[in-house]
Nanobody, 123 residues
Framework: VQLQASGGGLVQAGGSLSLSCTAS????????AGWFRQAPGKAREFVAH????????TYADSVKGRFTISRDNNKNTVYLQMNSLKPEDTAVYYC?????????????????WGQGTLVTVSS
């Protein structure tokens, strides 16, 4: 499966931004999906995960209550709605997919990655 992320940009602190990730190739509904991010000089970190059927999303503590992951399997797309953005949310955001739904906080468990989209939050 190939993934294409989009929607990044520059936003002021407290603002909102929505990311999209569209899959092509094999049926996207067969994969769980997630978002990771990598800030400058830091390791890539888990942001959110959503299972194949869209039920039971999981979030990193740092984004819980502010970010929402969702998916539309008919459109082969996973979304990340980001609200109340903070400067520390500045990072390149990557979407990912895996055939299972295991160890989803571990980037090594994800077999498919999008190219990344930059989100910059100004203070």
């Amino acid at each position: 499966v190939q993934l294409q992320a989009s929607g990044g940009g520059l936003v002021q602190a407290g603002g909102s931004l929505s990311l999209s990730c569209t899959a092509s190739g094999r049926s996207f509904r067969s994969y769980s999906a997630g978002w990771f991010r990598q800030a400058p000089g830091k390791a890539r970190e888990f942001v959110a995960h959503i299972p194949r059927n869209g039920n039971g999303a999981t979030y990193a503590d740092s984004v819980k209550g502010r970010f929402t992951i969702s998916r539309d399997n008919n459109k082969n797309t996973v979304y990340l709605q980001m609200n109340s953005l903070k400067p520390e949310d500045t990072a390149v955001y990557y979407c990912a997919a895996q055939a299972w739904s295991v160890r989803f906080q571990d980037q090594n468990a994800w077999g498919y990655w999008g190219q990344g989209t930059l989100v910059t939050v100004s203070s």
